[in-house]
T-cell receptor
Framework: SQTIHQWPATLVQPVGSPLSLECTVE??????LYWYRQAAGRGLQLLFY??????ISSEVPQNLSASRPQDRQFILSSKKLLLSDSGFYLC???????????????FGAGSRLTVL | AQKVTQAQTEISVVEKEDVTLDCVYE???????LFWYKQPPSGELVFLIR??????QNEISGRYSWNFQKSTSSFNFTITASQVVDSAVYFC?????????????FGTGTRLKVLA
């Protein structure tokens, strides 16, 4: 079965410090991968998506970057965090729902980042 | 523009009441998919339903029902006889195709509070 892992689950970082959030998927190959951010009261914002190793599409210009060094690994980074980077970061991959067979997004448990 | 609007930020109902969550979308694609996800307090998003743009049949699953109306670009979600366990944030999403890749665009979510 396929699973998606995110870590760390919770992170508190000072302004100006670097960031690395990791997402890995098991049980599949060549998945489409996505990073979303959920800021308080702002819904889910698509940040990056990737269709393969080294292929990253950015949705919103900002203080963050993404990389896909391996087929099932997707990393979200920042060189210097801002207060506005605080939020709940969710990794997702395009999965197939076991009941309906439909292509759906399956999400990880999320990483909650607080920048102080 | 391609976007999803969930105008209701928060709804409170008393247990056993029916409640409808609204979703309006915009897309230039002729083929697209619509989704509803539930985010309980734990934070992880749970897939509820997918509907494609060619299928306007309403769907019922237990206490949940969905009304897709292409003419008004709406995909509303009704919970019948609500329960406290239905309390969560509900997201409507639109899947479009960009340069051969699926992009999932989410609304800002509706927080549903079901009071005992």
């Amino acid at each position: 079965s396929q699973t998606i892992h995110q870590w760390p689950a919770t992170l508190v970082q000072p302004v100006g410090s670097p960031l690395s959030l990791e997402c890995t998927v098991e049980g599949t190959s060549n998945p489409n991968l996505y990073w979303y951010r959920q800021a308080a009261g702002r819904g889910l914002q698509l940040l990056f998506y990737s269709v393969g190793i080294g292929q990253i599409s950015s949705e919103v210009p900002q203080n963050l970057s993404a990389s896909r060094p391996q087929d099932r690994q997707f990393i979200l980074s920042s060189k210097k965090l801002l207060l506005s980077d605080s939020g709940f970061y969710l990794c997702a991959w395009k999965d197939r729902d076991s009941l309906s067979g439909a292509n759906v997004l399956t999400f990880g448990a999320g990483s909650r980042l607080t920048v102080l | 523009a391609q976007k999803v609007t969930q105008a209701q930020t928060e709804i409170s109902v008393v247990e056993k009441e029916d409640v409808t969550l609204d979703c309006v979308y915009e897309t230039r694609d002729t083929t697209y998919y619509l989704f509803w996800y539930k985010q309980p307090p734990s934070g992880e998003l749970v897939f509820l339903i997918r509907r494609n743009s060619f299928d306007e049949q309403n769907e019922i699953s237990g206490r949940y029902s969905w009304n897709f109306q292409k003419s008004t670009s709406s995909f509303n979600f009704t919970i019948t006889a609500s329960q406290v366990v239905d309390s969560a944030v509900y997201f409507c999403a639109l899947r479009v195709t960009t340069s051969g890749t699926y992009k999932y665009i989410f609304g800002t979510g509706t927080r549903l509070k079901v009071l005992a």
